[in-house]
């Protein structure tokens, strides 16, 4: 239970998967099925061509959070990409919540996929194909292990790799391009690590393989301004920071800039706010998790039940 | 029929499809399915991560081209990704001549995929995973119309994005990394062309989607050293423009000396030798197809039938 913010919950009935969706509930083609039947065309560029979005959103203690913010995010990468999506806001929200119902879940990870589709026989242009919208619910994933929510990320800056440039791929549309943050992850784990961290061709730091980090330094929360996912994870960590009296800011944030951190965390919606507890082998601090990373996580927890963020999901009778 | 080099080949029985494989057939775990049935799992990270690599060599006249070569090429881009092949180079030639005889071609696309595949539950280890094969043969496809050949291609030096940088993407492991030729393809059409060619951060020519290029300049064909596929049409062509006495060489191409070729050409498996009439709207010398072109065509289509490059395919009685 990363952080305890959990516990506050109120009980709540059980709630069960229906019979064949235990592992999770997919929307594929306008209908629900299970996700190990979930699959997408061989020949749909969404694959063949990685010309596609996702968002992910989580269910926790049995609320969405955020999921407007998110939906927002996903129609606003669409829209960069020139996708159209076949439904609405509100029919997405419907479809999210039918998966979670489905696979009775109470704490989930939510994702929503368009891809560009199937090119008709002959014909390149990519405005003309069918885009198609894909969506699954499965059990929450933590991308740091619960049983390490102390012990904290070992996290390395990788030297064999640099993340893709904003003039290549925009960084702000979600996507799946991640040849690079992939190559970060088998340094990391060649170097005894899991965590990786890239640079850009300037040397500043942007981002991990699904986390966006954060360096305090001098009593202010430093992140990268550019070259990375703008993460709702943390958009949220910013505003609680602030809320705080922590002063958080975007900014270009040099590797040296970001080796000066006397707390290190990164943020994702697969785990909230994660200490990072060492950098290339070595202790940050003292090794622990820190005062100001430890009060952000309770915080990110408690606001999954402000209802200003949390939309509950029906689980029916 | 692009180069008029195929009407030498020799007359064949005609195959058939076997039945409900008539627009190409697939390997997908292990079994061969019609191409519409050919899917992968929306969660294997070759999807979900771009974590993939593949290849595609061409059958024609009822042989593959360079057979060995690609599957070479393939096996050179998993072992780069640490992506563990589970069947061997004698054993995939088999499946594709497989692929080919069931859907009864002649002349055909074919492609191979190597994925990372599943995570288990809870582990992000790539390491861990169990990669994936994946093969199909379509009909052939044309990346320029064969109703174009002569027209030729209407190409675009892309202003509005970067080729992946080599520091983040290796170009000559084949990947699906392709937002950047995406946004390419976009902007090309929007300014009424089709064919995008992208420079990289230092204003050199790389490469398009789906094709290397070539210039011919001052009686020398340059084609860019680096930021590029290695592509094995464009290997062939430096060896037939040798054999001409034409030099080819591999070289940093400014955008500048691209533009002062007196014959512009791309090279791709689905379409072989193609020429770029147009750049920018304005037209490649006086606007035809050039002398040095049309005999690399005919020369290309006519090393398919070299047995040092052909491999037939039985099909059967």
Redesign the interface.
Known sequence: MSGGGMSGGAVRAPVRARTGFEDGA?F?DGRIVP??A??????DT??????VT?DVVGVWQGAFFRLDDHLERFESSCRSL?LRLPHTREEMAAILADLVRTAGLRDSYVET?CT?GVSRK?V????TFENRF?A?AVPF???L?EADAETGMDAVIART?????T????PTVK????????RG??EA?DRGA?YPILLD?DGNVTEGAGYNVFALVDGRLLTPASGTLEGITRRTVMELAEREGIPAELVALPEATFRQGAELFATTTAGGVMPITSLDGEPVGDGTVGPVTRRLRELYWEAHADPRYATPVDYGA
Chains 1, 2 share one sequence.
């Open positions: 997919a594929v996700i190990g979930a699959t997408i065309s061989i020949v969404g694959f063949s061509r990685s010309d996702y020139r996929i560009r002959g390149r242009d990519p405005r894909y699954y994933v933590w991308l292990p790799v640099q993340r893709i440039p003039t290549s791929v925009d996507n799946f391009h991640w040849a690079d943050l992939t992850l088998y784990y899991r061709a």
